[in-house]
Every structure is written in structure tokens, then in C-alpha cells.
């Protein structure tokens, strides 16, 4: 298998085909602008002392200031980053944001640390990167295994070395210290919103519609809580990295969340009537499947088992090269991460918005904004799939290229 970033270069290239993207464009958008490097110790309880590897990329600033997560996972590699800030640029231009992409990560697995451990290290971290963040710059969030605590040291990091307080420069903030309402649930209410879109446009009742999710994080939690609650669909299958669980009746998410804060997984959730395994979580008949772990999770082996009939894409990235062939040529219909998963930067753009006035929204103001944007940005990925006879991921990416493009072209290139 070639590399993650390679992959993401393979889909982002048939689109530029199709639409007959200058060949010039192409090659700024394959390059990532800034990739940043930076070890750093950091003492632990006991006094000893651990150095640490992290990432900054910032793929693209054509739209605006670069945007994206911070994740923390022991996987975490310079391609995986640079993929995920590629991702980025895509995203925020599909949207409609005026942003550019950026994403960054520490190896570490942060469950082996204290609190006051992982303080120190998001700390130590944010002031590496801090050399080229900031409110106009480039904005950090939250991604796999960061938190609004995180956010909120990396805000203070910041603030502490510029001398005042910058509320903007981070988003998914606590609410009450420049947090948006609504931010938590974001990218699960934007998974919900385009799954009961998807099933409408497959002609599919997205009432009772069954739902298999693969990742029990933050996006996974939402997206089960949001299509219960509001879609009327049923959860029939969740799995996270332990485990997975079935229930044919449809699991009650509210609950499912509270065993898992309260467990650390759902693997022996007692109200599940039987467990499976990961692998037969991906391939089981259910209508639509949500993957929302991590990416390359459904290699092409795997894809040829699916059944699916809507893919709806919360994780970034979760098809490994060579699936989207199988899948698409088999009707399967894939709604991209670039897309799918976009309710949550689409919410820190609210955030940034709310911190540079001072002036807070309402959670129906956040939601109902959200609601229209992810709307807006689907029908506009589906007219562009029916004008070039294409898949949607090829069309999320004809759409924000084009934005990207013209930003690029009207900006020249310096000098
Ligand atoms: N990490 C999230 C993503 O992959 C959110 C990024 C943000 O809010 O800036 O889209």
C-alpha cells in the first residue's frame, strides 16, 4: 500500500481530470504549504523526562487562514498529518469557510498520562507551534482524542505569550471561555443531517433506516445520538476500539454514551443482544454505515463484503486506496469526509466568528446556521455529481477546487 497522502493525491486527482484543472493549480494543491517538526521534553510526575514528536502542517492559505484539529494518538506520522491537512483545505472549501486546511498531532498515546502529564505536554506543544498559529494564521481545534480542556491550555499557551487573551486563536473552546454552543456535537449533527439527506436522495426512509457506526468517539457518540433523537433512524450496531455490539431493536445512544464515559468502551454493554467483531460490524447488511474511527479502516477486501447501501464517511479518510472503485462500481453511495464530517469545522468557524465579536449566538442560532450550511453544501456536491456524471467524493472535490482555484488565480502568484 502506498502512503496515505498518496491516496488522498489519487482522489483529489480525478477530480482535477474531470474538471480539466490547470495543471498549475494542480501542482500548488498537491504540495503542502508548511510542514513543522517539532521534538520537545517534557518532565513527567516522576521527575523523569520524555521528548515528544509533533506536527504542523499547513496545507493551503489560498481561502483564508489555515484551519484544523490537533490530534494525539501514538500512530500519528508526518503523512498522516499532511493528508489530514490536504483534507482540510478541501473541507473548509466545500463548505463555503474561508479558510484554508491545516492539521497537526503528537505521537503519544494519551491515555498512559496524567492530567497533569498531558497539560504539560499540550502546553509544551502549543508553544512549538506557536511560531506560525494564530487568530489570522492558522486556528487549531480538537480531532481524535483532544478535548475543549485541551483546547482551553492551548488558548491560555497561547494568550500567555502574546500578553493578553486570544480567544481565536483555538476553537472548540469550553462554552463559557469563548466556546461555541453546539461545537461538542458538531461533526455528529452534520454526519446526521447528511445521512437523512443521502437516504432521501436514494429514495431510502431515513425513519427506522438501520445504522451501523464504527468508532465510539466524539463523532460516532453524535451521529448515534442525532439520527436516534432526531431521524428517527435505528442504531443497530457500534463498535469501538475494543469491541463491537449489536441490538436489532436499535440501541438507545443517550445511554450507550453514559457506558462508555463511564467504562472507557461499550465492548460488554449488557443491553446488547449479541457481540460481533469489527470486521463484521463493516460488512453487515444495514442501510447505511457510518465509519468513524480512523483512516484506511475499509481496505478494498473488505469494501467487496459491504452492504451497505449509504456510506456516510465521519472518520477522515476511512477508505484505503482501491475501496471507492469497488464501492461505487457496486452502487454503494459514498458521502465524503471532506462533506460528511464538516459540521464540526463549519461550527469552529462559528466559534472564531462569536471570539473576534464578543458577541455569543444561541445554540438554535448554531444549529439552525449548521443545518443550512451542510444543506447547502450537499445540494451543491450532488448538482455538480449529476453535471459530471460522477461519484460524490469527485464532486466534493470539483466544488471546493473550484473556489480554491479561483482564489488562487485572482490572489496571482507572489512575486
Ligand atoms: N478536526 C476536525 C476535522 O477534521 C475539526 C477541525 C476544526 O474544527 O478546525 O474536521
Redesign the pocket.
Request: charged share 15%; hydrophobic share 30%; aromatic share 0%.
Given at each position: 500500500m502506498g502512503s496515505t497522502y498518496e491516496s488522498a493525491l489519487n482522489k483529489f486527482g480525478k477530480a482535477a481530470d474531470l474538471m480539466n484543472l490547470d495543471p498549475g493549480i494542480r501542482k500548488i494543491l498537491e504540495h503542502p504549504k508548511r510542514q513543522l517538526i517539532v521534538e520537545f521534553p517534557v518532565t513527567m510526575d516522576d521527575d523523569s523526562v520524555e521528548v515528544f514528536t509533533g506536527y504542523r502542517v499547513q496545507h493551503n492559505v489560498a481561502l483564508g487562514p489555515a484551519?484544523?484539529?490537533v490530534r494525539y494518538h501514538p500512530n500519528v506520522s508526518l503523512d498522516e498529518v499532511k493528508s489530514?491537512a490536504f483534507w482540510?483545505t478541501f473541507?473548509c472549501a466545500v463548505m463555503g469557510l474561508p479558510y484554508g486546511g491545516a492539521k497537526g498531532g503528537i505521537e503519544i498515546d494519551p491515555k498512559k498520562y496524567s492530567k497533569k502529564e498531558l497539560e504539560r505536554v499540550s502546553r509544551r506543544f502549543f508553544s512549538e507551534i506557536s511560531i506560525i498559529v494564530g487568530p489570522d494564521r492558522d486556528?487549531p481545534?480538537?480531532?481524535v482524542n483532544t478535548t475543549p480542556d485541551i483546547m482551553a491550555w492551548f488558548m491560555d499557551t497561547y494568550s500567555m505569550n502574546v500578553g493578553y487573551s486570544s480567544m481565536g486563536v483555538v476553537?472548540?473552546k469550553p462554552v463559557g471561555l469563548g466556546g461555541s454552543q453546539g461545537r461538542t456535537e458538531a461533526?455528529g449533527r452534520g454526519v446526521s443531517e447528511v445521512t437523512a439527506l443521502a437516504a432521501k436522495a436514494k429514495g431510502m426512509d431515513i425513519k427506522n433506516a438501520t445504522v451501523a457506526i464504527e468508532g465510539f468517539g466524539n463523532v460516532g457518540q453524535y451521529a448515534a445520538l442525532l439520527l436516534s433523537k432526531e431521524k428517527g433512524a435505528k442504531i443497530v450496531a457500534v463498535s469501538d476500539s475494543k469491541g463491537a455490539v449489536y441490538n436489532p431493536n436499535g440501541f438507545d445512544a443517550e445511554e450507550l454514551m453514559k457506558y462508555k464515559v463511564e467504562h472507557g468502551t461499550i465492548a460488554d454493554y449488557p443491553k446488547a443482544q449479541s457481540k460481533m467483531s469489527n470486521h463484521d460490524l463493516k460488512t453487515m447488511d444495514v442501510d447505511v454505515f457510518i465509519p468513524a474511527a480512523l483512516e484506511n479502516s475499509i481496505t478494498p477486501e473488505i469494501a467487496k463484503e459491504i452492504k451497505a447501501k449509504i456510506i456516510v464517511e465521519g472518520a477522515?479518510g476511512p477508505l484505503a486506496e482501491g475501496a471507492d472503485e469497488i464501492l461505487n462500481e457496486r452502487g454503494v453511495l459514498i458521502v465524503p469526509d471532506i462533506l460528511a464530517?464538516?459540521g464540526?469545522?463549519t461550527v469552529?468557524y462559528f466559534e472564531w466568528v462569536q471570539d473576534l465579536q464578543s458577541f455569543f449566538w444561541k445554540k438554535t442560532q448554531v444549529n439552525s446556521a449548521l443545518e443550512e450550511m451542510m444543506d447547502k453544501a450537499f445540494d451543491e456536491t450532488w448538482k455538480t455529481k449529476e453535471k459530471y456524471s460522477t461519484d460524490m467524493r469527485t464532486a466534493a472535490y470539483i466544488v471546493a477546487t473550484e473556489r480554491v482555484a479561483y482564489a488562487t488565480r485572482k490572489r496571482g502568484i507572489y512575486p
Open positions: 484551519k484544523g484539529g489530514l482540510m473541507k486556528i481545534a480538537p480531532d476553537t472548540g461533526t477522515n464530517n464538516a464540526g469545522v469552529s
